[in-house]
Nanobody, 124 residues
């Protein structure tokens, strides 16, 4: 079954860290551009970060310097290391795939497969 599965969300205090993961099954992530998105209650979906098949990366201004996206080729997984978390980072985080030729940031029309999301809550 072709799917993306996110995990690694949770509750963390402001200033803390989390590392959500996006694991693929049924296909190889190496051959795709992968993006991380988030949606907070009552807000529109926001593109957070992206990594191409050649490992070029993109970060939204709101997370630059705090978040790092990376691939683990052996585990067929993309990670989002999130440091110095703020309450405004609270959201459901989703990963999504796009074709190998898609650039970062990913155009909505190129998004193909979505995971189910993982909740990140930053609160004291």
């Amino acid at each position: 079954q072709v799917q993306l599965v996110e995990s690694g969300g949770g509750l963390v205090q402001p200033g803390g860290s989390l590392r959500p993961s996006c694991a693929a099954s049924g296909f190889t992530l190496d051959d795709y551009t992968i993006g991380w998105f988030r949606q907070a209650p009552g807000k529109e979906r926001e593109g957070v970060s992206c990594i191409t098949s050649s490992d070029s990366t993109y970060y939204a201004d709101s997370v630059t310097g705090r978040f790092t996206i990376s691939r683990d080729y052996a585990d067929n997984t993309v990670y989002l290391q999130m440091n110095s978390l703020k309450p405004q980072d609270t959201a459901v985080y989703y990963c999504a795939s796009a074709p190998v030729w898609a650039r970062c940031p990913i155009d909505d029309a190129d998004l193909e497969l979505w995971g189910q999301g993982t909740l990140v809550t930053v609160s004291s």
